[in-house]
């Protein structure tokens, strides 16, 4: 995979309105430049997804693929993000303390109704020339 060093990948659904808003967001508040993205309906994600043998029916929203080569997936994803983003977004990892079948319980909930509550694009997101640095097909 051509995942550059020390790099955190975060593989999103490309056509929810909710996880675009969140690369957003993400990107906005990576003061430290430790993130990089991809689609889930990219090649990227494809070779992440065959490789670690992940249920995509299970399994559709949000990916992290750390520099240790671990992925993460659903709260527990989430909740790695948002502890390596700037104060006081970071705090959100307090969260770890539930056990993880009860933030999970949210999280899939929220991902269900995702395209019911904010929206659903034809196409993936494709990012501004000053961002595509940022994304990996």
């Known amino acids: ?19 675009n808003s969140s ?13 990089i993205f991809t689609s889930l ?3 990227t994600a494809e070779n992440i997804i065959e490789n670690f043998n992940i249920d995509t029916t299970k399994i559709d929203s949000i990916l992290l693929f750390t520099p240790e080569e671990e992925l993460f997936h659903k709260s527990t994803a989430a909740l790695k993000i948002a ?5 006081p977004i970071n705090l959100m990892s307090v969260f770890f303390i539930l056990p993880k ?3 999970d319980i949210v999280y899939d909930f929220i ?11 034809e196409s993936c997101y494709i990012p501004t020339p000053e961002l595509t640095s940022k994304f990996l097909d």
């Open 1 to 19: 995979m051509n995942i550059p060093k020390g790099k955190y990948l975060i593989l999103f659904d490309g056509v929810c309105n909710l996880c």
């Open 23 to 35: 690369v957003q967001f993400v990107m906005k508040h990576d003061k430290h430049n430790r993130f």
């Open 41 to 43: 309906q990219g090649k």
């Open 83 to 87: 502890h390596r983003l700037k104060f």
């Open 101 to 103: 079948f009860l933030r």
């Open 111 to 121: 991902a269900k109704n995702r395209y019911k509550w904010f929206g659903k694009r």
